[in-house]
T-cell receptor, first 114, second 115 residues
Framework: DGGITQSPKYLFRKEGQNVTLSCEQN?????MYWYRQDPGQGLRLIYY???????QKGDIAEGYSVSREKKESFPLTVTSAQKNPTAFYLC?????????????FGNGTRLTVT | AQSVSQHNHHVILSEAASLELGCNYS??????LFWYVQYPGQHLQLLLK????DPLVKGIKGFEAEFIKSKFSFNLRKPSVQWSDTAEYFC????WGGGSYIPTFGRGTSLIVHP
């Protein structure tokens, strides 16, 4: 089955450590996205990439970094500079980069930093 | 920047009740509109979408939504909810003309349906 795989499902880290969240898709989609979901705040865009080796900051990119070396992979690194990293992180992809392409989501990674 | 407002943050209904969840957006130009649903323990998935044409669109599981351009609204409706409709619902908007067609999401509405 085609889809988006995020791993791990749960992640625990100590404050001050960087952590990388994995996102892989086998849908052959061009665009990939990272959102952060907090209770009562909906989905906020962290980074997105519309083509390999290119990515753009979203609304809340500070303290995060990404790479897009392969079409199917878009890992997110939560750095120690992110002031409030504990959250639920969602990766998504879309077939095209136009307005008619709905998003397909992974199951998410819940990150807890203590 | 455009914004998407979902005014009902928490809705509690009994089975067979009718449902209407509000969604308003702030962009004045052409938009594409979406409703996504997140069932407990599952990934977010597309419920329905509107691009153009008939402003009343039908989605999966008996849901429908009506686009009212003059009110900048795209409300989600279902005549008779079921316990299995318990989920979180997100409205999303993609405005045309911005160059990068990235959806903006509302804050979500948590729906609980009692059996």
């Amino acid at each position: 089955d085609g889809g988006i795989t995020q791993s791990p499902k749960y992640l625990f880290r100590k404050e001050g450590q960087n952590v990388t969240l994995s996102c892989e898709q086998n849908l052959n989609h061009d665009a990939m996205y990272w959102y952060r979901q907090d209770p009562g705040q909906g989905l906020r865009l962290i980074y997105y990439s519309q083509i390999v080796n290119d990515f753009q900051k979203g609304d809340i990119a500070e303290g995060y970094s990404v790479s897009r070396e392969k079409k199917e992979s878009f890992p997110l690194t939560v750095t120690s500079a992110q002031k409030n990293p504990t959250a639920f992180y969602l990766c998504a992809s879309s077939r095209g980069t136009g307005p008619n392409s709905p998003l397909h989501f992974g199951n998410g990674t819940r990150l807890t930093v203590t | 920047a455009q914004s998407v407002s979902q005014h009902n943050h928490h809705v509690i209904l009994s089975e067979a009740a009718s449902l209407e969840l509000g969604c308003n957006y702030s962009y004045g130009g052409t938009v594409n509109l979406f409703w996504y649903v997140q069932y407990p323990g599952q990934h977010l998935q597309l419920l329905l979408k509107y691009f153009s044409g008939d402003p009343l669109v039908k989605g999966i599981k008996g849901f429908e939504a009506e686009f009212i351009k003059s009110k900048f609204s795209f409300n989600l409706r279902k005549p008779s909810v079921q316990w299995s409709d318990t989920a979180e619902y997100f409205c999303a908007v993609i405005p045309w003309g911005g160059g990068s067609y990235i959806p903006t999401f509302g804050r979500g509405t948590s729906l609980i349906v009692h059996p």
